[in-house]
């Protein structure tokens, strides 16, 4: 989402309050704080009654909203939201009088104030406003795209974008029910959360009205029209639910084909979340909805919001795509009751919705599709986010939210890696039946209201028996940082010992957690809760190395004695999925941190090959990628490295083959697939195998000529790169102009990153300077940015540009959490010189906005790269010539 900018209005309203004499008196509305974050408890709404008028060919929709609400003492203003809404008439009815109000917006986030000439009395009182106001261009508030020859409208409201919808008190702990009108044009299709009731015309419109909602929040309201299409049917009953539940998916015209899958598998998705909550699908109907530019997908009561390569797929769809449909789709259903059934008070308590749903969305993806491999690797955003947190420019978990520039921030890689990570550290340890038995009392005692952190703590601390548990989850939600577990063999076991993780010329401030740590050797598991500075951990058994985060699902890192390391990295082939992983993310910390070693590394990758998981294979050279990517090779290093990726990989490659065409590899194992993607990738994008190359570059021709069977959608992005490498600029324009005319989830997006990414100057300064067409939508324009400068060879030419248009960037439509991400960017920088241009350029230009938190940490970023590039290039390029 954006903060808009722009100097606010101040609009005079129909019948305006008397003209003050000339001896002006300050009245309390001028004198009375004006609230930045969340506001006071002097109203509260109890009622909406929204009447929109919506036709997304026009630039302006326009509505009559009416808020019955409660005044809790007699007030000559009310505060409540509206950001650049035109109000052309405000009132209050209480009492039985109608008073007109004059409409203030006071703050660029929409901080809006309702005076009146007189005050109003505490009790009931009915608001209503006559407005209208424009359709943004990116994915927040109400917005529109051209798909095709049609315009299409939806909504976006999370987080706080309602308020550039409709007047609102927009903030999550306000729950009330809300009934929805929506006239349209004659044709189109309306959708709103609650059933449709009736539909009749009025003044040459559609009049669309639906039954009213159970309680919601404004975030989660949903208006999208449009001439959809869309295939409709029923979840069966389930033992929760007695009725069959009415379900669609709703789409723009060119995606009607291919809707099906979608349809029939959400079905089991919505059984099995039923199944884990005990409890029946809390709303009347469920509507998926699709968008072209929505980047991601919301959680929208009885009408949820996915980017169109979600849920836009077939039978024939590559495995990766299967994969996303099932995790995403898992996450946003189990929102239904988990964020909708019960949602946060306020933002600071948003980490809960988030963190538990990613959680689920492995858990019940892995549920819906076994042979998919979904679960095995649900803590890679645990481990990324990790290196997130081990900064010292951060926040905890749950935080404190006290403006509304904060709010934004707090959707980031800590809200959903690391709490999605706790969540199932806590379920671990504490069993999964008792997970879901405090899930389930949470849930039960909340139900269509409003709840904090402490509620849910207070659930599972009072279902595990255990008072320990209170304080230890809440040391990973009220403190930032990643737990160090330092493992060091004795004569009466393992001592385990705790510190902060700090990378090399870091020093972290010391911190204390209560951890769930479990460790295993062979088949033998031993837990403690360590909420002192060690433990001692004794295993029955002596045989076989020690893994310290069995399962993977500890939100730590940890360190062995370096023989210790090696005998774990010896029996990696046999690991886990999500063991796999935490064992590549601490030893690429090791190394990071100033421990590790090359040597160690490159036999990781050796073992992690030969790993029948996908997921530990995909993480097989993780570690030497990323010191890759922090240039710790010099040129004959290099040189090396891709000799010995390629010397890797190519024994699987000859085992697996490589057919390109659509649709060679579509009744094979997914597992299979996967590894061949992967192989592929290792081979003939980091080792840059010439005949790999050749042989994409070739099949993307014959593809872009009209041959669609001559690359399969698994291979595009690399095949495309590869023939874009070749044919250069006038390449590059040719795949613009195809991007532009395709509505294709998979192609459009893919042509355009290819574009953005090549690493060519001359295609990076087209881009920045000439490539844009009407055709082209805004948040792509900024995808095609995003990409000169994230790629290492277009990078300063990326940032210069992005130094002088940032004004432009922030205020623009790149829709929900852009602005918040911008600085994400620059992260490819690797020197203390840079970090100084970062903070020196722009930390003034970003301070006190939404983006003002990322750059810290870009900026540190930047500035520990460069210190772990002088302190061990030579050492990790000597090391990298001995890897065989």
Not at 341 to 352: E, K, N, Q, S
Not at 459 to 474: F, I, K, N, T, Y
Not at 783 to 806: F, Q
Not at 809 to 831: D, T
Request: glycine letters at 8%; one cysteine or more; charged letters at 20%.
């Amino acid at each position: 989402m954006r903060l808009l900018l722009a100097a606010a209005s101040t609009l005079s309203l129909a019948i305006a309050a008397p003209a003050l004499a000339a001896e002006t008196r300050a009245t309390p509305a001028d004198s009375a704080a004006v609230p930045q974050g969340q506001l006071t408890d002097a109203a509260a709404p109890k009622t909406y009654r929204l009447d929109l008028t919506v036709d997304p060919a026009k630039d302006r929709f326009s509505g009559h909203v009416e808020i019955d609400a409660e005044l809790k003492a007699a007030s000559s203003f009310i505060d409540l939201h509206g950001r650049d809404l035109n109000v052309t008439r405000a009132t209050a009815t209480a009492g039985g009088k109608t008073v007109v109000g004059t409409w203030t917006q006071r703050t660029d986030s929409g901080l809006a104030r309702l005076t009146f000439p007189e005050a109003l009395p505490a009790g009931k009182v009915t608001l209503a406003f006559d407005y209208d106001a424009p359709f943004n261009t990116g994915p927040a508030g109400l917005f529109r795209v051209k798909v095709a020859d049609d315009w299409y409208s939806w909504s976006q409201f999370q987080s706080i974008d309602a308020r550039a919808a409709f007047p609102s008190f927009d903030e999550p702990g306000f729950k009330t029910p809300f009934e929805v009108t929506l006239r349209t044009p004659k044709g189109l299709t309306a959708v709103s959360n609650a059933p449709q009731t009736s539909t009749r015309e009025e003044a040459g419109l559609d009049v669309h009205r639906y039954a009213p909602t159970l309680p919601l929040p404004t975030y989660l309201v949903a208006v999208m029209v449009g001439p959809f299409a869309m295939v409709e049917s029923t979840v069966p009953p389930t033992p929760q639910r007695a009725s069959p539940l009415p379900l669609r998916i709703v789409t723009t015209k060119p995606n009607a084909a291919r809707i099906s899958y979608a349809l029939e598998n959400s079905k089991p998705i919505v059984s099995l979340l039923e199944a884990y909550f005990g409890q029946g699908f809390p709303y009347p109907k469920l509507d998926q909805i699709t968008s072209p530019i929505m980047p991601g997908a919301m959680e929208n009561a009885g009408a949820d919001l996915y980017a169109d390569g979600i849920l836009v797929l077939d039978e024939g769809s590559p495995v990766p795509t299967k994969r996303n449909f099932g995790m995403v789709v898992s996450h946003e259903l189990a929102h239904q009751w988990f964020g909708d059934l019960v949602t946060p008070a306020w933002w600071d308590d948003i980490w809960l919705n988030e963190s538990f749903a990613n959680w689920m969305g492995y858990r019940i993806g892995g549920e819906w599709r076994p042979d998919l491999n979904i679960g095995s690797g649900a803590n890679a955003e645990g481990f990324a986010a990790m290196n997130t947190d081990s900064l010292i420019a951060g926040r905890p978990i749950q935080q404190p939210i006290r403006t509304d520039a904060q709010i934004d921030a707090a959707f980031d890689t800590i809200t959903y890696g690391k709490g999605g990570h706790v969540v199932a550290m806590i379920a671990a340890f504490m069993g999964d039946t008792k997970f879901r038995d405090g899930v389930r009392a949470y849930m039960a005692k909340h139900r269509y209201g409003s709840a904090t952190s402490g509620d849910f703590f207070g659930a599972m601390a009072e279902v595990s028996g255990d008072p320990r548990l209170l304080p230890a989850m809440q040391s990973f939600t009220r403190q930032q940082g990643v737990p160090l577990i330092t493992f060091t063999p004795g004569k009466h076991g393992w001592t385990a010992a705790q510190s902060r993780y700090a990378r090399l010329g870091t020093a972290a401030p010391a911190t204390r957690w209560g951890v769930p740590l479990c460790a295993r050797q062979g088949t033998e598991r031993v837990c403690d809760l360590m909420d002192g500075a060690s433990t001692t951990l004794t295993f029955k058994g002596k045989a076989g190395p020690v893994m310290p985060n069995a399962g993977g699902t500890g939100y730590y890192r940890f360190e062995l004695p370096s023989a210790d390391w090696d005998k774990l990295i010896a029996s990696s082939d046999s690991l886990s999925g999500n063991e796999a992983l935490a064992v590549a993310d601490s030893l690429k910390a090791s190394f990071q941190a100033g421990r590790g070693s090359v040597r160690q590394l490159g036999a990781l990758a050796r073992k992690l090959v030969r790993n029948p998981d996908s997921h530990a294979f995909d993480s097989a050279i993780d570690g030497l990628e990323a010191l890759r990517g922090a240039g710790l090779f010099d040129d004959k290093a290099q040189f090396a490295y891709n000799r010995f990726v390629a010397k890797l990989y190519r024994p699987e490659l000859a085992k697996l083959g490589l057919d390109l065409r659509a649709g060679a590899y579509a009744s094979e194992d997914p597992e299979r697939v996967l590894r061949r993607a992967v192989t592929v990738s290792a081979i003939g994008g980091v080792a840059r195998d010439p005949a790999i190359r050749k042989q994409m570059a070739a099949a993307a021709k014959a593809f872009l000529a009209g041959d669609s069977k001559a690359l399969d959608a698994m291979w595009y992005g690399g095949a495309f790169a590869a023939w874009l490498a070749d044919g250069g600029l006038p390449a590059a324009k040719e795949l613009f102009a195809k991007a532009l005319v395709t509505e294709d989830p998979a192609l459009r997006p893919t042509y355009l990153g290819v574009i953005g990414g090549s690493g060519k100057a001359d295609i990076a300064t087209w881009v920045l300077a000439d490539a844009n067409d009407p055709k082209l939508r805004p948040s792509e324009r900024l995808s095609l940015i995003r990409g000169v400068v994230a790629n290492p060879a277009t990078r300063d030419m990326g940032y210069e540009w992005m130094k002088a248009n940032l004004d432009k960037l922030l205020n623009g439509s790149g829709g929900i959490f852009f602005a918040s991400r911008l600085p994400q960017m620059l992260n490819g920088f690797c020197s203390a010189e840079q970090a100084d241009e970062l903070a020196k350029s722009l930390r003034p230009r970003l301070a006190g906005k939404t983006a003002e938190l990322e750059l810290e940490r870009t900026i540190e970023r930047v500035r520990n790269c460069g210190i772990l590039r002088t302190a061990r290039k030579a050492e990790a390029s000597k090391d990298v010539l001995k890897l065989k």
